[in-house]
């Protein structure tokens, strides 16, 4: 099992930019995916971007060119910094560990999970 704790979410006007970090301790870190997801109010959570141990990334079509997942195994962290922010991205933002070293979009595919942080996106 691992532990996340996610971290830099906040409030931004529309067009801004926020940086999301996620520590993890606990196991290997650095030979497992990681992923972000997003929860908004009323609705179900939604797939982000995913990252594989070997530096892979894939994003949900939403944010594609506006958000980017990275990766220091030094530090045992992932990021996504997110720019051009829109009031639809608003959302409890969710750090996940993958179950290995690939990943795909589905929750099932990550068996640990930080407890979030919030975005809000003023328009």
């Known amino acids: 099992q691992v532990q996340l704790v996610e971290s830099g979410g906040g409030l931004v006007q529309a067009g801004g930019s926020l940086r999301l970090s996620c520590a993890a301790s606990g196991r290997t870190f650095s030979t497992h995916a990681m992923g972000w997801f997003r929860q908004a109010p009323g609705k179900e959570r939604e797939f982000v971007a995913r990252?594989?141990?070997?530096?892979?990334?894939y994003y949900v079509s939403s944010v594609k060119g506006r958000f980017a997942i990275s990766r220091d195994n030094a530090k045992n962290s992932i990021y996504l910094q997110m720019n051009s922010l829109k009031p639809e991205d608003a959302a409890v933002y969710y750090c996940?560990?993958?179950?290995?070293?690939?990943?795909?979009?589905?929750?099932?595919?990550?068996?640990?999970w930080g407890q979030g942080t919030q975005v809000t996106v003023s328009s």
């Open positions: 990252i594989s141990w070997s530096g892979a990334t």
């Open positions: 996940a560990a993958g179950n290995s070293g690939w990943a795909g979009v589905n929750p099932a595919d990550f068996g640990s």
